[in-house]
Every structure is written in structure tokens, then in C-alpha cells.
């Protein structure tokens, strides 16, 4: 009995032993799982504490004011009809390139042909009975002639000598009158003569046929309004006619820069200034706009008439200046002229933010040291009351297009990353600046290295990969700064 019980016994503890064994394996796995898991959160909160590094390097500035516009000819000219008639013949067509007197259609003459030969005719029988005024004229003379001998040895009456004096006198005035009758008679041919000739329209001036309104076979009736056949317009220069906002006309001024796109133009870009800005406003639906106006050189014929532009007003820009993103900005005070201002630290305390910047306080493990040493703002503040700008011939006169006042200066802070790859908190002085970037007057060089932010959750892996400029993108793409 007893050798049977410890037959029993011994697969019970060989069951036992496995059953130990497996939970101390699932147990170590479960260990090694929750170790990974904490480890791999560790490494995803520590990536999202990554600072995004950017680079000063020389780049664009620009703020601009956006309007409509359309595309009209700077000098054109109506060709209109000052005859009735009826328009027979056109001699040119839409496109066509017209010079100075060339003829571009006829009207119907019959009625200002016949006038003419009227007033012609009219003429010759006043110039033929002219000569038959001068005849009875050296009749009435030679007849107050003979009365005055008469009168003289008193062979004649008082009255026949009276006659004699009053005929003269009417054949001279008859003989005056016709003549006036023949200088008013060649006026009127010379205006019938008019006439004939504008039955035969030509070309006031040198350019391109733009419109055509009217057909052939058309009635033109001239005596109230003079129709309207067709434009002629010179396309060498055009004018843009801009619809400015109520809200944005106090910002554009006469000889701003302005550039603008058409639809069909692609990135092409033309370039102006504006030349006026109209005192009367348009009103629609109760919307308040100003056109401002500016001229083109088109001498390529790429612009045409009515094209529909999209126009930028130039209120600031610089170019081939040094940036940076203005997420690394911490601006310490309003837009100045003035050098510098108190220190970081003072500023800093009375509540300057860095725009979606990097937080401070932290140690250089996780995060910025909390200020830039005395020695160190002193040389700063120096540098900017002298006007020193940028190493490498950046200086201020590259950054501002001729004629445009330079932009109020903004005092600013921004953690620099040192060589060491430790941070240091320093004030710079920024001038033109827009949504995305601020241009460094002083207190950078290019090449430094600031902090512009703080990567998103999933961001910093994709980041490590991107370079300077593509990787700032990438950032802007996934969701910006934090």
C-alpha cells in the first residue's frame, strides 16, 4: 500500500515544479513588458522636450496689403461717327495694329456729296452775277459824273442830280452785298466739304484695335450723340485700377511699391509704383473702396486689357538680411527708435512672453538658464548705440529698397545655443518684421544658432532628419511651435 501512495506522489510534485516554472517565466515577461513600455514613454515625453534649433541666415522680409484689380490701356481713344449714314465698309478688325491716319471705315456719302455740289453750284451763279453788279456800279459812276458837269454849267435839275448820287450808292452796296454772299458761300462748301470728309473715318492716333461696335450695314445717327465705332488703344504701357479697402486705404501711399500677378501670368511678377490713389470713393453693397492706380511697361504684349490682376502693396520689406523665425522673439518692448532699453531680467518680469517660445527657468538639462550676464548685455547695448550691425557687410543700407522710411526698431531677447551646447539669453534689436520671420539689426551673427520652440508629439523623430529651412517647414507643416 505504501509503495503504490509513493508511485502516486511523485508525478503530483513533477506537475507542481512545472507549474512553478512557467509562472515565474510569464512573470519576468510581464516585468520585461512594463519596463519596455515605461522606458519607450520616457524616451517619447523626453523628445517631446526636444527645443527646435534653427539658423540665422539671410533671407526675405515682406508685408504686404492685398487688393483686386483689372488691367486697363493707359491712353486709348473712341473713334466715333460724325456723320448719319449708314457704316458700309470696315476696313480693319479686333487685334489689328493701326498707324496715325489711316483709314478705318466709310459711311454712306451720297447726301454730303450732294450738298457739296449744291453749295459749288450756288457759288458760280453768285460769282457769275458779280460781274454784271460791277457793270451797273461803273454805270451809276459815270452817270454822277455826268450830272455833276451838268450841275456845274446848271443844265439839270436838283433831283436828277440826287438820283445820280443814290444810284451809285446802291450799285456799290449791291456790288458788297454779293460779295459777302460769296465769302458766306465758300464757308458753307467748306463745311459741306467737312462733311464729306468724315464720311471716311481714319486713325487718331498709333495703337491696337480693342473693340469694334459696330457692324457693317449698321445706321449711325450722329446728330444727337456721336456713335461710338471702335477703340483704338496703345498696349506699350497699361494701368492697373485697384479697389483698395476703406480698412487698408490708410496705409497706401503715392509712390509705394507695388507688384502685382495675373491668372494667366503664373509666378511672373510685375513691379510699379503707385502713382494715385482717387479721392472719390465706389460704394458696393455698402462696401467703401478707393481705386488706386499705377502704370505698367507691356512691351512685350503679355498684358491685356480687362485682365484680372492680384495686387500687393508694399508697406515694409527687406531683402538679403539677416532672419529669424519670430517664434524665437521674446519682444521686450513696443516698436522704438531707441537703442537699448532696461535689462532682460526687469523686462522679463513684467510679463514678456516669448511668442510660441520656449519656456525658462530650468536648468540645461531640461530647459534655459534664466538670463544673460551683465558683461555680456553691456557689450550688446554698445554695439547697438554705435549702429554696428552684422559681421560680413550686412549692413543696413541692404535692407531697405530706396525712398521707404526705416521701420520703428523692436528690442527682443533670444536663447542662443553656444558652442558648448549650453544656452545663453541675449538681447538683439529686431526692424522689419511680419508673421513668420524679423529681421536682426544687432546682437546676432550668421550662423548663430537660437531656440525657436518646442517640437510637437511625433515631430522631433522627422525633425532630426530635415535640414535648416526644410526642417522649419516640416514644423509649420505639422502643426507649428508650442
Known sequence: METTDQASIKPMTAIGLKRKRLISVAAVLLFAAAGGYYWFSGQEQEAQDQPLIVTVDIGRIENTVTAAGSLQPFDFVDVGAQVSGQLQILHVEVGDIVEEGQILAEIDARVQ????EASRASIEAQEAQIAARRASLELARANKQRQERLKAADATSELD????????????????????????????????????????????????????????GRTLNANQQAPTIL??????????????SEADISQIKKGMEVYFTTLGGGNRRWYSTVRQILPTPVIENNVV????????????GSLLSEMTAQVYFVTSSAQNVPTVPVGALTFLDGPSQATAGPGLAARAGAGGERPGGFGGGQGAGGGLPEGMSDEARARLRERIASGQGFAGGQGRGAALQAGREAPARRLASVSVVLEDGSFEEREIMVGVT?????????????????????????????????????????????????
Do not use: C, H, W
Open 161 to 216: 442830280y440826287d438820283n445820280a448820287i443814290n444810284s451809285l450808292a446802291s450799285a456799290e452796296a449791291s456790288l458788297i452785298q454779293l460779295e459777302k454772299q460769296i465769302i458766306q458761300s465758300l464757308a458753307s462748301l467748306e463745311s459741306d466739304e467737312t462733311q464729306l470728309e468724315f464720311s471716311r473715318i481714319y486713325a487718331p492716333a498709333t495703337g491696337t484695335v480693342v473693340s469694334i461696335e459696330m457692324n457693317e
Open 113 to 116: 456729296e450732294s450738298r457739296v
Open 434 to 482: 511680419s508673421r513668420i520671420a524679423a529681421e536682426v539689426i544687432s546682437g546676432l551673427e550668421l550662423g548663430d544658432r537660437v531656440v525657436a520652440g518646442i517640437l510637437q508629439a511625433g515631430a522631433a523623430g522627422a525633425a532630426q532628419d530635415a535640414p535648416g529651412g526644410d526642417r522649419r517647414e516640416m514644423f509649420r507643416a505639422m502643426g507649428g511651435f508650442r
Open 289 to 300: 473702396l478707393y481705386t488706386g492706380l499705377f502704370d505698367i511697361d507691356n512691351a512685350d
Open 231 to 244: 477703340r483704338i488703344a496703345d498696349l506699350n504701357t497699361m494701368t492697373v485700377e485697384t479697389e483698395i
